[in-house]
Structure formats: C-alpha cells, structure tokens
C-alpha cells in the first residue's frame, strides 16, 4: 500500500497562547492546546480554536492564501499573516506561539483592530491616478513595459497594515501617515499617467510624510509581500532632494548639512552643524542651548577635531554615492 510522505510524519501540540481584550478593557492572556499536522498554518490553527475549543475567539481571515491581507496579527511579537506562517516555523522550544493583535491600532476585540487611522492615512497621499487635468483619452492610457515595472514593487501592496504596526515613527508621531501609505505614494510618483507629480511632492516633503521616517528598517522587515516600503521612501526623498522647485525645509537642510560636514573633514561638528541646520530658527537654537551646554561639559563638543584616519576614502565614498546631494 502506498503512504502518502505527510501521512508519515507526525503531529505536535502546540499551545497557543492568545491575547484577550475587549477594547479598552484589561488584557488578559489564554492559552489552547491543539494537535496540528505539520503543515498547518497559525490562520488553521486559530480556526480550529475557534471552532472547536472558544468560538468567542475574535480574529480576522478571509482568502486564506496571502491575497486579501486581513489575517495581520503579531505572531511571537513580529507582525505577519497568519495564514502564510506554518506554525510548526514559529513554535518555540517551549511548544508555545504567542499571538497578539497588531501594534499601533487601538483593539476592538481579542486580534481584531480598529483599522480607521490606517486608511485615513492612506488617503491622506491621494492613492490613486489622477487625470483631472487632462482631456480623457479615447483610449485607454498605455505604458511601456519599462514604465510599468517601476510600479510593480510598490503595487503588490496588498494593505495588511503589517508595516504599519511595527513603524516606529508612527507610534511616536500619529500624525505620520506611515509606510503603506509612503509605498503608495512612491507609485503615484512613479505612474506616467499621472499629472500632479508636482503637487504630490510639495505634499510628502512634509514632516509627516517622507521625513517622518526615521529608517529603523521594521517595515521591510515584516512586509509579506517584498514591497520593501523604506525602499520607496527613499526614492521619493530622492526626487525631493533632487526638485529645483521646492524649497530647502529643516529636514533637507539636516542631510544637506550632515553630508557636507562629513564630505569636509570626516567629523560631524554638532555645534556648527545645529547652528548651520537651524539658522533660520531662533527658537529651535534657544531650545538646544541647555542641551549644548551640558555636551560641553561632558567633553562632547571638542573645540578642535583631529583629521580621521582614511580621509580620502570617504570623500571618495560621498562623492560616489550622490555628488548632488551636497551641492
Ligand atoms: S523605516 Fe520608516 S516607515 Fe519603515 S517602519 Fe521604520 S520609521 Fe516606519
Ligand atoms: S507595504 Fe507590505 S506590510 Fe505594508 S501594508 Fe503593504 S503589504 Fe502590508
Ligand atoms: S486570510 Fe487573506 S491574507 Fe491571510
């Protein structure tokens, strides 16, 4: 008789061990206990709890297969989907898996969270094509297979909001619209068929949209879909360090300043370099005065720099990567 290779290998118990809430409310924590196959993903398991241990159990699914982005949790701490994630990959030398709902959104119940500030944000980058200042086309507008491809990244996007609960600018700053939306933007940057590459740019050269992030890496990191949303977020600072039309705001100023000082002397003078950076602000300079002080104090702001060992080679590193940025 033939056995299937599957049908050989054995199960294991798992215990999952579940984040309870109902909005406001205390957290608490549960555990089950479940046989799995070694193929099942969390999303299985989740739903075989909820089926057939606590059907008061609250998460959310849908395709079942990495397309609709609805099954976002944190699984042991780190968000992904559950229904691409093998449990038999996460356990841990305990037999545990710890499940949590996404960070950065307020619980509705258990790992359902309230989603509104992702989609405000989202909204807030104008995420679609516009043509309003254009006669339609009799036909439909065509690109190239070049002018497609740049899209392609940013457009297997499928809005799970992964990103968004582990961006640490937004938990600090909620203001920040957040990778998604970032990733969005880059394509409508990008996009040929639109016509308001202009006003767009003037709008992510904002605090709270292209500068607003702080490259800690988290998003690429947790991306089920390769969009790689800090990648995109330099590329839109890229264009905007690169337009003519806008002018030079505080954070343009800060890169601006940083790879010249480095470019110059291989040292960062944090003196000259707050004076240079907010020149144009007296009060921003008022406000880092203690602060420069007690650095003088401790020996932080050294009267004289020594020249760095390799010099030359960062010069010629700078001047490799961007020759522009500095002009
Ligand atoms: S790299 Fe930027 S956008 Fe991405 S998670 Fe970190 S702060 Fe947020
Ligand atoms: S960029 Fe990636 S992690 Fe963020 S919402 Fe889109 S698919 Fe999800
Ligand atoms: S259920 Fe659709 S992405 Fe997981």
């Known amino acids: 008789m033939l056995v299937h290779d599957s049908a050989k290998k054995k199960s294991m118990e798992i215990a999952f061990r579940v984040r309870r809430q109902t909005g406001n409310d205390p957290a608490t924590y ?14 299985d398991a989740l739903t075989q709890i909820k089926w057939e241990q606590d059907g008061t159990l609250a998460f959310r699914k849908n395709c079942r297969n990495a397309i ?53 944000h989202l909204d807030q980058v104008e995420p679609y094509v516009s043509t309003a200042a254009r006669n339609t086309p009799e036909k439909e507008f065509l690109q190239t297979p070049e002018q497609r491809e740049k899209l392609e990244q940013s457009g297997n996007c499928i809005l799970c909001g992964a990103c968004y609960s582990e961006c640490n600018s937004r938990e600090i700053n909620p203001e920040f619209v957040g990778p998604h939306a970032l990733a969005k933007a880059y394509r409508m940057v990008e996009d040929n068929r639109d016509d308001q590459t202009e006003k767009r740019l003037e709008r992510y050269n904002q605090p709270d949209y292209a500068w607003g992030c702080t490259r800690c890496f988290s998003c690429d990191e947790v991306c089920p879909m390769g969009v790689q949303p800090l990648e995109q977020i330099q590329k839109i600072r890229t264009k905007l360090l690169h337009s003519r039309k806008l002018p030079e705001n505080t954070a343009m100023r800060h890169r601006r300043v940083l790879v010249a000082q480095i470019r110059n002397s291989g040292w960062l003078d944090e003196t000259r370099f707050a004076l ?13 005065a203690p602060l420069g002080l007690r650095m003088l104090l401790k020996g932080k702001m050294p009267l004289r720099h020594h020249p760095i060992d390799n010099f030359a080679e960062v010069t010629t590193l700078i001047d490799a990567v961007h020759q522009d940025d500095y002009n």
């Open 68 to 120: 609709c982005g609805s099954c976002g949790m944190r699984i042991n701490g780190k968000a992904a989907l559950a229904c691409a994630t093998r449990a038999a990959d996460v356990v841990d030398e305990r037999g545990e898996i710890l499940i949590q709902p996404f960070g950065n959104m307020p619980v509705i119940k258990d790992i359902v969270v309230d989603m509104q500030d992702f989609w405000k």
């Open 30 to 43: 549960q555990t089950y206990k479940l046989d799995l196959e070694p193929g099942a993903t969390v999303l």
């Open 276 to 288: 240079e950076v907010f020149a144009k602000s007296p009060e921003a300079l008022l406000a880092l």
